[in-house]
């Protein structure tokens, strides 16, 4: 057994759940009718309502105690003070450095990074002000109306998530447009229909190399050269962001509109950085700017507050809960909000990519679940599909809900339509219905003794379904990022209870790997191939396909 199921407070947990698994939330919520304002907190503009979750005080104390016994408080201090947190590629982990407002510094390796951070937003604003204010235009004169964003992973869900999210606050001057698969159908259906013009193309990739943002950026400028343009006019119509100045600048980028991007800022939380430049092409940088102060505020949240208050931690704990006390094997995100429908994807690479490991910090072997299957989409939606499964499965699902109490251009209708629904969906999933209830009702509908005892089968719902429930009062750019920033600190909290390094990503290196190994037998069709047998006939199958057999 591992160091951490031996611990005492890992110990104090499962005995705690077998006693909790033979109990029901209605009767907590029965017999105690302060629960819900004791199970319940605010932070950041964000309200927390947990008390549709399978814990009492002492649950949460013994959970307070695992996390005491982990060093949080430490690590959590380590990571904001730049140390070196990412021990297998020797990193330190400082995105929060991106976000900071304290006018303290930041430093990694000794140097403080803030003005190079500074700097970079400096260089962001100024850019994206000479767009929006027709500065900056295109070879033929024409001021720029379209980005066109390219990037993949954390460079491509970031920016286009968080810009989806705020739809209601985006600036008529630009319409970004946002592309990631290397399908070639996405690319071009990006491209039909705009003016090379009056199209800027935004490519993020710290390597430059990425596969399928290069081959992206490839074919936008065979797009943009064929459109009549130079090679010399790309200059103005092609920016990135990038460690690698070299070969930006030999693709034809001037170096004045190349945004730099650290080691110490992993993909997944680059939307801090200069990787968020759409975001403020499509909002204006004064809304990118909220963004990040909403980030920092819930920063200075997760410093500071003590557990019992702090939000991520109690999210993070409580999702330690079910995952290794429960063996839940998946999390639903159910935003009520059509806007923030493309939120669950944003988290599930944060999360999955993060503590998706199967080996501690020291090298030892788990033998515990390090993190659940993230999924989800807009609330209402599922309610006609996917929540079937959450209600009367076998399995338990832990659900978020999140809904803003007040929308742009509202309709009190719609908006109270939406909001019953969220609400009664938690209440059902805590409560259910029990066989002698749907029994009671099927005779009152005068149904014979022996169909209703069968049918009242079928429509009994056992409830102890847990979830939480955020309000927020709308959502605007600073909710956005306070948001983000907790389900961030979240992961990193349950990264220090599994012991894991959240911030590497082996097994995505990997498939790159072996794909760029397989990518070169497809383009050279005479090559021999020494995969295994079923890769070596799946590149037979695509070589015939494509020599037209």
């Known amino acids: 057994?591992?160091?951490?199921?031996?611990?005492?407070?890992?110990?104090?947990?499962?005995?705690?759940?077998?006693?909790?698994?033979?109990?029901?939330?209605?009767?907590?919520?029965?017999?105690?009718?302060?629960?819900?304002?004791?199970?319940?907190?605010?932070?950041?503009?964000?309200?927390?309502?947990?008390?549709?979750?399978?814990?009492?005080?002492q649950v949460m104390d013994a959970l307070f105690s695992l996390a005491d016994e982990r060093q949080l408080a430490a690590k959590r201090d380590a990571m904001f003070a730049g140390e070196v947190i990412n021990h297998t590629e020797g990193r330190a982990v400082l995105h929060t450095a991106l976000r900071n407002f304290s006018g303290q510094a930041r430093h990694v390796d000794g140097q403080d990074v803030m003005p190079q951070v500074l700097a970079t937003q400096a260089k962001m604003k100024a850019f994206t002000q000479a767009i929006h204010n027709g500065e900056h235009k295109g070879y033929t004169g024409k001021v720029i109306r379209h980005v066109v964003s390219i990037g993949i992973g954390g460079s491509f869900l970031g920016p286009k998530i968080m810009s989806e999210a705020l739809k209601p606050f985006w600036q008529d001057k630009v319409k970004v447009h946002f592309v990631a698969n290397v399908d070639g159908s996405h690319i071009q259906d990006v491209l039909k229909g705009l003016d090379a013009q009056e199209t800027l193309v935004v490519m993020s990739s710290k390597s430059f190399t990425t596969q399928e943002t290069l081959q992206n950026t490839l074919t936008a400028r065979d797009w943009f050269l064929h459109s009549g343009a130079k090679q010399t006019d790309i200059a103005k119509h092609f920016v990135a962001v990038s460690s690698n100045v070299k070969a930006a600048t030999e693709f034809g980028i001037a170096e004045e509109n190349i945004f730099p991007m650290w080691d110490w800022v992993g993909g997944r939380y680059s939307l801090w950085s200069a990787i968020g430049l759409p975001i403020a092409l499509q909002l204006g940088f004064e809304n990118y700017l909220e963004l990040l102060q909403g980030a920092y505020e819930m920063d200075c949240h997760f410093q500071n507050a003590p557990p019992e208050k702090n939000l991520p931690v109690i999210m993070a704990m409580l999702g330690v809960?079910?995952?290794?006390?429960?063996?839940?094997?998946?999390?639903?995100?159910?935003?009520?909000?059509?806007?923030l429908r493309g939120f669950p994807a944003y988290v599930q690479q944060l999360d999955m990519e993060s503590n998706g490991?199967?080996?501690?910090?020291?090298?030892?072997?788990v033998d515990y679940a390090t993190g659940p299957v993230i999924w989800g989409s807009e609330g209402t939606n599922g309610q006609h599909s996917f929540h079937q499964l959450i209600h009367q499965g076998q399995v338990m699902i832990p659900a978020d809900f999140m809904l803003p109490l007040n929308v742009p251009n509202q309709d009190n209708t719609h908006h109270a339509m939406l909001?019953?629904?969220?609400?009664?969906?938690?209440?059902?999933?805590?409560?259910?219905?029990?066989?002698?209830?749907?029994?009671?009702?099927?005779?009152?509908?005068?149904?014979?003794?022996?169909?209703?005892?069968?049918?009242?089968?079928?429509?009994?719902?056992?409830?102890?379904?847990?979830?939480?429930?955020?309000?927020?009062?709308?959502?605007?750019?600073?909710?956005?990022?306070?948001?983000?920033?907790?389900?961030?600190?979240?992961?990193?909290?349950?990264?220090?209870?599994?012991?894991?390094?959240?911030?590497?990503?082996?097994?995505?290196?990997?498939?790159?790997?072996?794909?760029?190994?397989?990518?070169?037998?497809?383009?050279?069709?005479?090559?021999?191939?020494?995969?295994?047998?079923?890769?070596?006939?799946?590149?037979?199958?695509?070589?015939?396909?494509?020599?037209?057999?």
């Open 357 to 365: 490991k199967s080996v501690t910090v020291d090298g030892e072997w």
């Open 321 to 339: 809960w079910y995952v290794n006390f429960f063996g839940a094997q998946s999390h639903v995100l159910l935003p009520y909000y059509h806007y």
């Open 419 to 549: 909001a019953s629904n969220c609400f009664g969906q938690t209440q059902a999933l805590m409560q259910g219905k029990t066989y002698e209830q749907v029994l009671s009702e099927l005779r009152a509908k005068g149904l014979d003794e022996e169909s209703a005892k069968v049918l009242a089968r079928h429509k009994t719902m056992p409830g102890n379904k847990p979830s939480n429930t955020l309000l927020f009062q709308q959502l605007d750019a600073r909710t956005l990022g306070a948001l983000v920033a907790l389900y961030e600190h979240k992961v990193f909290v349950q990264g220090v209870i599994w012991g894991v390094n959240s911030f590497d990503q082996w097994g995505v290196e990997l498939g790159k790997v072996l794909g760029n190994q397989i990518l070169d037998k497809l383009q050279d069709r005479e090559a021999s191939l020494g995969f295994d047998a079923s890769t070596n006939q799946l590149i037979e199958k695509f070589r015939r396909a494509q020599n037209g057999h």
């Open 1 to 57: 057994m591992s160091s951490l199921t031996q611990s005492v407070a890992w110990q104090s947990l499962t005995t705690l759940a077998q006693s909790i698994k033979g109990q029901h939330m209605r009767d907590w919520f029965a017999a105690d009718p302060t629960r819900a304002e004791a199970f319940s907190l605010s932070a950041c503009g964000l309200y927390l309502d947990y008390s549709k979750n399978l814990v009492n005080r």
